[in-house]
C-alpha cells in the first residue's frame, strides 16, 4: 500500500553567495542543484558545500521552497 507521504523527496539546493552579491553583472541565474533527502534522518533544512560555478568556489548551498 502506498502512504501519503513519501520519506524520499526530491529537494532543490541553492548558492547563498549568488544571490547576497552580484558575481557578474552578465550572468542571470542562480546556481542550483536537484538532490534527495530522507525526511525522517534531516527533518531541518538541509545544507551542504557544493562548487558554485558563479562564484567559482565552494559555497554553501541552503535547501529552498519549490
Known amino acids: ?3 501519503g ?3 524520499r ?3 532543490i ?3 547563498t553567495g549568488c544571490d547576497k ?3 557578474n553583472k552578465e550572468s542571470t541565474g542562480i546556481s542550483r542543484y536537484i538532490t534527495k533527502k530522507n525526511r525522517q ?3 531541518s533544512r538541509l545544507e ?3 562548487f558554485c560555478p558563479r562564484c567559482c568556489k565552494h559555497t554553501i ?3 529552498i521552497k519549490k
Open 1 to 3: 500500500m502506498a502512504k
Open 21 to 23: 552579491k552580484s558575481v
Open 9 to 11: 523527496v526530491i529537494v
Open 61 to 63: 548551498h541552503a535547501e
Open 13 to 15: 539546493l541553492e548558492c
Open 5 to 7: 507521504k513519501d520519506i
Open 48 to 50: 551542504l558545500r557544493k
Open 41 to 43: 534522518n534531516t527533518p
